[in-house]
């Protein structure tokens, strides 16, 4: 079976060689806390920071919650030539937002990556379903694909990968659904450990393409469906618990990938899906300040 498009948001990020020294307190580390709001107050930000599952994690350990690579050359994968929308911002609508679309939620339930740096496949994953359903103009379909298909079939690891190849994996070979290979969260359960009628289980994307960095481009584009895309992590970050964040308090920790799920013009934001469970930011989504992180 095949589904339309996916869109990438293609995002060029600039990475920097970073090494993180620290001499190792306990965790939390109620400082960070106590900085982060006392910046918040300061620069009258918009967002709330409080303590979450991430925020209790060690350094190395958030680190090992991100999980996307460096940016590879778009010459070295080549998106399928699925059409990207070309409309003007004044035919776009204000908000969009697919978990109250017409009526109904188009995107599948927050999932929780774990200790592996995953993020590449969940975000690739999670736009794959969200498109099965706006394909079949069903929002009860809730499809629940493998995210372990990918690290224990494609190239990808634990140590992280990229969309672009990703999703060329999607289109020619596809996934199965959790059931046939539920998620492990390691990269060394063997693909052969799949279900024996996995070849008959496997769901594929029709074409993928990189959508230009505008804000009318990706308007555009999210108004078909969500977006797989990717931001960079700072300290803060693990912190959020709600309104729009943008960065102001701490060092570069990674990149991450994610699900662009709305925009609303009014707060300038854009609205995601994470892939940390619930217990980070709104019941595991954010609101981000276009431009902000790299992001949009």
């Known amino acids: 079976m095949q589904t339309r498009r996916i869109g990438l948001l293609w995002l060029v990020l600039a990475f920097s060689s970073l090494h993180f020294l620290w001499s ?3 965790w939390p580390d109620r400082g960070e806390l106590r900085s982060i709001e006392r910046s918040i107050q300061q620069r009258r930000a918009r967002w709330r920071a409080g303590e979450t599952t991430m925020s209790r994690l060690s350094p190395e350990e958030r680190r090992g919650r991100l999980g996307l690579t460096r940016v590879r050359s778009r010459a070295a994968v080549t998106a399928s030539d699925s059409e990207i929308p070309q409309v003007g911002a004044q035919d776009l609508p204000g908000r969009i937002d697919w978990r109250h679309h017409l009526g109904a939620n188009w ?5 929780d990556q774990g ?5 590449w496949a969940f975000a690739t994953i999670a736009a ?3 498109t099965m359903a706006i394909s079949a103009s069903n929002p009860t379909l809730r499809p ?3 995210e372990q298909f990918l690290l224990s079939c494609s190239p990808g690891t634990c140590a992280g990968y990229w969309l672009g190849p990703t999703l060329a994996f999607l289109q020619s070979t596809g996934t199965v659904d959790e059931n046939c290979l539920p998620y492990a969260e390691t990269d060394t359960l063997p693909c052969s450990d799949q279900c024996r009628t996995w070849q008959q289980r496997l769901k594929k994307i029709a074409s993928w393409s990189y959508v230009p960095n505008t804000v009318t481009a ?7 469906g969500p ?3 990717t931001l960079d992590v700072y300290t803060d970050f693990f ?3 709600g309104g729009v964040y943008e960065h102001i308090w701490g060092d570069w920790v990674g990149a991450h990938a994610v699900l662009l799920v709305g925009c609303d013009e009014i707060e300038h934001a854009w609205i995601a899906k994470n892939s940390w469970g619930p217990g980070w930011g709104d019941e595991g989504y954010l609101k981000i300040r276009r431009g902000d992180s790299a992001f949009g």
Do not use: H, Q, W
């Open 144 to 146: 629940d694909l493998s």
């Open 128 to 130: 794959m379903e969200s």
């Open 227 to 229: 977006l797989a895309t």
């Open 218 to 224: 990706i308007r555009a584009a999210l108004n078909e």
């Open 239 to 241: 912190y959020y618990t």
């Open 115 to 119: 200790a592996c740096g995953s993020c």
């Open 24 to 26: 190792a307190p306990a």
């Open 107 to 111: 995107v599948t339930p927050v999932k």
